[in-house]
């Protein structure tokens, strides 16, 4: 039996409902913040990822997908979404646009490393970015983003962390304070850190292995280097969640792991008992100089991604219940050929008019389309019979209340309004309400 690769998993049934019932609520908010929808390539040349996402980071040397295609050309399956956003804004020159460029992407995104609860190879993230704007605000606002929504799906303790790497100047006086601290410790650190010590001193801070050591919890933080238009800045940042009541906590010792972080960086806790190390649900920063490291004109940037699987393991883990859809409008039962025609006449038109409709596709007798229907959760029945059908007439069935009714034909969308809608709390007019 051919299986599915090791760290990637099938998405279907009720797990597919809370999937599509995120994503909606994504799209929501997205439109509220007036940002628009991007989808770049699920693969790009290597050199993208290698120069955008930084050489020195773990994805690009431990856990990119790379091959070579077939006109001998280097390719990477994306294992992150601002990359290829920013080579779209150069390539198709959004920067003469009206800027800032705002948009939001829900993709696909691979990454080789070791799969465990919250962590996959293949991983569905949902992110932002927003081009052409230094302003601080907009630094608060991309904050708030994921914010809002984990306050929309309900998680209850949800941690803002925050910490500023500074502009160049401060990130590269930073850096020298890293090196000089770390060196005399170089033996104590692991294999990668001591690699890192002469690359990108800034990534050692950000290592699984070390982070315990008694050297790393002593070592310099990015606050005491930051030069005064940096503090400035970081200040009006902070000023902006508060006027948003976001609350936050400044954690000195937060960098991210990518190399093109500079100024605000942030990540986002989940609360959850039993979550374990992977409780940050979504995470990102400002990246100023990366348009311009990837050919394009001096350009300021800044996003966030979010795992959608890790969010909804934070719902599981809550207890929250998702509100999906699981039930059918109209369940269309027949025994004979002439009534099958039938059906399929009359599911196209109940399906046309907004109604969700299942009928029989294996030939079943009628007592098991009525088990069928009460296994999907049917609301309605249609009983469909040759000779009534032949008089105009058709037969109901509400699978609430059990009533079966004689009905006109063309009185067949009236009843259903009536009696899909009487169950409904929220006094809507849509068929289909979730409520």
């Known amino acids: 039996m051919i299986t599915k690769p090791k760290g990637c998993y099938d998405i279907y049934g009720k797990e597919a409902k809370n999937w599509q019932f995120l994503n909606q609520i994504i799209d929501e908010v997205m439109t509220n913040y007036n940002y628009n929808f991007i989808r770049t390539p699920i693969f790009e040349s290597t050199e993208l990822f290698h120069r955008g996402v930084g050489e020195t980071t773990d994805i690009v040397t431990k856990e990119t997908y790379d091959f070579i295609d077939r006109g001998n050309r280097p390719m990477t399956l994306r294992p992150e979404g601002t990359a290829g956003v920013v080579r779209s804004f150069i390539e198709n020159k959004m920067y003469g646009e009206n800027l800032p460029v705002k948009v939001y992407y829900n993709g696909t995104m691979y990454r080789y490393e070791r799969p465990q609860s919250g962590r996959d190879r293949e991983l569905t993230q ?67 850190c001591q690699k890192r010590l002469e690359k990108n001193p800034l990534r050692i801070l950000d290592c699984k292995i070390d982070k315990e050591l008694d050297i790393m919890k002593k070592a310099p933080v990015t606050i005491d280097y930051l030069n005064e238009e940096s503090k400035i800045r970081f200040d009006k940042v902070k000023k902006y969640l508060d006027e948003m009541e976001i609350n936050y906590e400044v954690v000195p010792t937060l960098v991210r792991g990518l190399d093109y972080y500079n100024h605000t960086v942030f990540e986002i806790e989940a609360k959850v008992e039993g979550f374990g190390s992977n409780n940050v649900l979504a995470a990102g920063g400002r990246y100023n100089g990366l348009v311009k490291l990837l050919g394009g004109p001096e350009t300021s940037g800044i996003g966030f991604a979010a795992g959608i699987g890790r969010i909804l393991l934070a719902l599981q883990k809550e207890k929250i219940n998702i509100p999906i859809n699981d039930s059918v409008d109209v369940f269309i039962l027949y025994v004979n050929e002439e009534e099958k025609s039938y059906s399929a006449k009359l599911t196209q038109a109940l399906r046309l008019s907004g109604f969700i409709v299942e009928t029989e596709y294996n030939n079943r007798s009628l007592k098991s389309q009525f088990k069928q229907a009460d296994r999907l959760n049917s609301k309605i029945l249609i009983i469909l019979n040759s000779e009534e059908i032949n008089n105009g007439k058709i037969k109901v069935k509400n699978n609430t209340t059990k009533e079966e009714k004689l009905i006109n034909i063309e009185e067949l969308i009236d009843y259903l309004d009536d009696n899909l809608f009487e169950h409904c709390d929220c006094g809507c007019e849509e068929h289909n309400c979730d409520c």
């Open 126 to 192: 949902f992110g932002v970015e927003v081009l052409g704007s230094d302003d601080e605000l907009v630094d608060a606002e991309v904050i708030s983003i994921p914010v809002n929504i984990f306050k929309i799906l309900g998680l209850q303790e949800i941690k803002v962390n925050i910490n500023s790497l500074g502009d160049t100047e401060s990130r590269n006086i930073y850096r020298e304070a890293l090196i000089n601290y770390f060196t005399p410790y170089k033996e104590n650190l692991c294999e990668d």
